[in-house]
């Protein structure tokens, strides 16, 4: 057996982009397992670490050496004689009384066995590891050595490789791998001898943390301390601390504080400008308001002369000062005398203007709350004052207040709460983990304006396609999902997803809107909604089972039964999901789609029971089961009671099973067996009407 | 402390120490240094080059009449090529600090991701902002292309905000109450600039001599570009490698400072601005082709006649 060794691989780099660190060590880790897999190399425990400086990986025990091995070669069939054997055993560099045979099913052939001697595993590392290095994908990478060559995320400045204590000798991109690491830019020494047992100590010692997880602790423990005793509370953003955990070799929290009469502006914007902008933590007092306090991190071990808090603070106050400019400058102007304004900003080259974007949700939003039964007048309202917030100082300065922003403005110039709460939120969810509105008009306005998206760029062909979908239309659509499921919403999609598409039929015809052609089906629906209702249910289907966590076959049995609307669905799912589990299910579920295939044999005859004709036993007693489980299905579902309703169908099982064993469906008189086909048929129709059962994917079901 | 004007001193001799050409700024307006045919144009072709020059930017949409802090209308970049990247460029940047009195020691320093990219030079390049105790310094980018065209060596291009910059050294909130030299601040020498320009920029320009002046500038660019382009190489060889290239470029930077102008006076709607941005690269990527082909006739042996 072959020695081990430790390895270690260290890539050094100019700063990389946080966000795509921890991705890239994946990466590495993966391509170096596949190296070590195809060449036969035990890895023993392996390790990845990265910084904003460098990608690391280690080995714990890295074999040095291959196994020896024997390889055989296979040769001509004996049969083909000894000029055959000469001819294989030159191409080899044999002679012919070096071959063996082989016997094989296929008779007998000369072979080759010959031992292989085994690889040192520097060499393979040698000429393998620049092209692995390499192969590492980015998002977007540069190069910096000339025209053609090398390519990564950020010029790589230096390598250490050691398997032991050798360098594995490579070079990349000019650079040379070699022994000696690189410490911290400004507390660090530029060269680090070191050995594996003291590498991250002695990088530490270089101002360094390597460790990730080591990091987050130095921030978290630091923020808990810099508070300790102030009565603030730190507001957690998670986020947050994994972008500066990247960013950052050896962070260090500072507490700085800013003017009081800067919280006159909605925390709102100071959150967006600390957060987003300056990258720092927010603060609360006792009461959970906001305090004028930030925590911002830096890459160094203390602020011995308190250069960085005051710093810091000297560019908040500038970003705030621009803020209450912005807030100020924007009140002049009513957001409802915007409206107009709106002509001239482009939501999508083809589709045109927010000002035309905005009648389209107007519209939608009209019929979504007609739909429902609701109010429309402030629905309509926020619809119409919605995307103004765009032509917005604030919102030209800080993009990801969009509806945020209208909403406040709105709230300051004296409109009602209904209608700027629906504008705050109407960008929401932002993600299948962010909140979706808080209100019942901001959930329909945001539906609207998601819907109003969806219809124009499918009506004009721009239907996302791939991983292809610049107009995130696949998020829009996923928003009204989560909005329909989690707002409790009773929206009949189908429904409403064959009006909006004629109305953008008709008012694309009107407009003479360049690119549209109406497109109708033999049966005269639009292409368009056929298409937009594909969309979404693809859509429904990813959330419930990525999302919500719904089996594949549940889903689909729930589906097939077209419920009205999504929160039945749910309920429905729920349902199918509790009483699979129990003893019965599996079993009936297996003898549905044994009638389904029956049914299906039989060309699904219809037509109803004629009680005369069924035969005493096995087939009167599912009759008189069926009938009184269907009578109790109906009053259950009345209430959308699925979990009692399916746990009553599951009753049924052993009457099923009965006529199964003891009933020939396939009887020799046409009228009896007719009427058996009759009984399975309403027995089928009635219970897939919940659910189809025979999608359900059991352990006996095998097809 | 350090005057303004001895900063930029500094700076200067640093990167003159460091092997730079000093060079004055460019004679007509630029929204960036890195618009000049300094920069625009040395960063083609395959000679090394390293140049360092203070720029005046105008970037009309961003006057505040002298009112704001720390908005100009015009502001000085200082502007430094080194082409090809040295190995070392980070380190060298990291002294240019110290040279100007930052202790390293004392301040927070990160490397922000921000790819520059500028839609009317089809340009682009891979980098950072660096943040000084959380305000940004200077941009740092490695560029990748210009005028459309795939760079030979890869320059990094710095460039230093000397307002913020000189603001953090004198510890100053606002940009005009930085020194200059002493006894006279940024805002005598630069406050009426700002207020006088914000008005003409956002209130007094004639929209219509504008648009005529984009069209004239875009009328002589292109001929030029398109004469030069039917110039054969053997016959009009001569002409050919002395045909006036950065004259052609002096006018697409008017082109850009008119529609800079226009845009500050909200002149150009947010479905022209695609189409007139548009206009602009194509003159700016007609110059570059152009500049690189003339760069390798001029650098082509001579053919004995």
């Known amino acids: 057996m072959s020695d081990v060794k430790p390895f270690l691989l260290e890539i050094g780099v100019e700063e990389i982009p946080h966000w795509m660190i921890v991705p890239a060590l994946g990466e590495l880790e993966r391509l170096f397992r596949d190296l070590c897999t195809a060449n036969q190399l035990e890895t023993g425990e392996v390790t990845v670490d990265g910084t904003a400086r460098r990608l690391v990986i280690r080995c714990s025990a890295l074999t040095t050496c291959q196994a020896d091995r024997d390889e055989l070669v296979m040769g001509p069939p004996k049969s083909a004689g000894p000029g055959a054997a000469m001819g294989f055993a030159k191409k080899n560099g044999v002679s012919a009384d070096d071959l063996a045979t082989e016997v094989t099913p296929r008779g007998e052939y000369y072979a080759l066995r010959r031992a292989i001697a085994g690889r040192e595993t520097s060499d393979i590392l040698a000429e393998s590891l620049t092209a692995l290095i390499a192969k590492i994908p980015w998002p977007k990478a540069m190069y910096w050595t000339g025209k053609g060559e090398t390519t990564f995320i950020r010029p790589i400045r230096w390598i250490v490789a050691l398997l032991g204590d050798s360098i594995v000798e490579f070079s990349l991109a000019g650079v040379n791998a070699g022994a000696l690491s690189r410490g911290h830019r400004r507390m660090g020494s530029p060269e680090i001898a070191f050995d594996h047992a003291n590498y991250e100590e002695r990088l530490e010692k270089n101002g360094v943390i390597l460790s990730a997880g080591k990091r987050r602790k130095r921030i978290e423990d630091g923020i808990g301390k810099l508070l300790k005793g102030t009565g603030f509370a730190l507001i957690p953003d998670e986020a947050l601390l994994t972008d500066l955990v990247y960013l950052t070799e050896f962070p260090t929290p500072i507490l700085g504080s800013f003017d009081e009469k800067f919280l006159a502006l909605p925390q709102e914007v100071l959150s967006m400008v600390m957060r987003h902008h300056q990258r720092y933590f927010t603060v609360q007092d006792s009461a959970g308001n906001m305090a004028p306090r930030f925590v911002a991190i830096m890459n160094i071990k203390a602020d011995k002369k308190g250069y960085v808090v005051k710093g810091n603070e000297r560019v908040l106050e500038a970003r705030f000062n621009d803020a209450r400019f912005f807030w100020d400058q924007d009140q002049h102007k009513k957001l409802a005398d915007r409206v107009d304004d709106l002509a001239a900003v482009t939501f999508q080259a083809r589709l045109g203007s927010y000002f035309e974007k905005r009648l389209g949700v107007e519209a939608g939003a009209s019929r979504i709350a007609r739909e429902l039964g609701l109010d429309e007048t402030a629905i309509r309202r926020a619809a119409t004052l919605c995307k103004t917030d765009l032509m917005t100082e604030m919102v030209k300065e800080f993009t990801d207040l969009q509806g945020i922003m209208g909403g406040l403005y709105a709230k300051a110039q004296g409109e009602p709460e209904p209608v700027w709460r629906a504008m705050y939120d109407h960008y929401k969810p932002l993600s299948m983990d962010g909140p979706i509105p808080a209100t019942v008009e901001g959930r329909v306005l945001s539906m609207a304006d998601k819907f109003d998206s969806l219809e124009g760029c499918f009506a004009l062909g721009m239907i996302p396609t791939g991983s292809k979908d610049p107009l995130g239309l696949r998020r829009a659509a996923q928003g009204i999902v989560k909005i329909l499921v989690e707002g409790r919403i009773r929206l009949n999609l189908d429904r409403f997803i064959t009006a909006g598409a004629e109305e953008t039929n008709r008012v694309f015809l009107c407009e003479r809107k360049a690119g549209y052609v109406e497109n109708r089906t033999p049966d005269g629906s639009l292409e368009l909604a056929k298409q937009l209702r594909d969309f979404m249910t693809e859509r429904v289907k990813y959330y419930f089972r990525d999302v919500r966590g719904f089996a594949y076959d549940e889903i689909s049995a729930v589906l097939a039964a077209n419920p009205p609307d999504l929160v039945d669905v749910e309920a429905r799912l729920h349902a199918l999901k509790m009483v699979r589990q129990t003893q019965d299910f599996e079993p009936l579920a297996a003898s549905f789609k044994r009638i389904g295939n029956i049914l299906k044999q039989a060309g699904r005859p219809g037509g109803a029971v004629s009680p005369e004709l069924l035969e005493p036993g096995a087939e009167q007693d599912l009759y008189q089961d069926m009938t009184r489980v269907l009578a109790r299905v109906a009053v259950l579902r009345k209430s959308d009671d699925y979990i009692q309703a399916l746990l009553a169908v599951a009753t049924l099982r052993p009457a099923v099973d009965n006529f199964f064993d003891s009933v020939l469906v396939n009887a020799p008189d046409a009228a009896v067996r007719q009427n058996r086909l009759a009984l399975l048929g309403q027995l089928f129709s009635e219970v897939s009407s919940i659910a189809d059962f025979s999608e359900i994917v059991t352990s006996s079901t095998s097809e | ?305």
């Not at chain 2, 905000?161 to 603001?167: D, K």
């Not at chain 2, 150009?268 to 690269?281: C, F, L």
């Open chain 2, 1 to 305: 402390m350090d005057s303004y004007q001895e900063t930029i001193f500094k700076l200067k001799r640093f990167w003159a120490q460091h092997g730079c050409v000093i060079q004055e700024p460019y004679d007509i307006e630029v929204g960036a240094g890195t618009m000049c045919p300094e920069t625009f144009l040395r960063v083609l072709g395959p000679k090394p080059y390293s140049v360092a020059y203070v720029q005046p930017s105008r970037r009309p949409a961003d006057g505040r009449y002298g009112e704001n802090p720390n908005r100009l209308y015009k502001h000085s970049q200082l502007q430094v090529i080194l082409k090809p990247a040295p190995a070392n460029v980070m380190d060298l940047y990291l002294e240019s600090l110290e040279a100007v009195g930052i202790r390293l020691d004392q301040h927070d320093l990160k490397f922000e991701e921000d790819n520059w990219e500028s839609p009317t030079l089809g340009a682009w390049g891979i980098g950072w902002q660096v943040m000084l105790d959380g305000l940004e310094v200077t941009q740092f980018t490695y560029f990748q292309q210009c005028g459309g065209v795939d760079l030979d060596l890869v320059p990094a291009e710095l460039t230093y905000g000397l307002e913020r910059l000189v603001a953090f050294l004198q510890d100053r909130k606002s940009v005009y109450d930085i020194e200059w030299v002493a006894g006279t601040s940024y805002r005598d020498v630069r406050f009426r600039d700002e207020q006088q320009f914000s008005v003409y920029n956002f209130e007094k320009a004639d929209v219509k001599m504008l648009w005529q002046l984009f069209d004239l500038h875009e009328k002589e660019a292109q001929r030029l570009i398109d004469e030069y382009r039917s110039l054969d190489p053997e016959k009009d060889g001569t002409e050919k490698r002395r045909w006036p290239l950065l004259s052609a470029y002096d006018h697409v930077l008017n082109c850009s400072h008119s529609f800079n102008l226009l845009d500050a006076r909200g002149a150009i709607s947010v479905t022209e601005r695609v189409g007139v941005i548009a206009r602009v690269r194509k003159l700016a990527v007609g110059v570059a082709t152009s500049w690189v082909d003339q760069q390798a006739l001029l650098n082509a042996p001579e053919v004995a006649a």
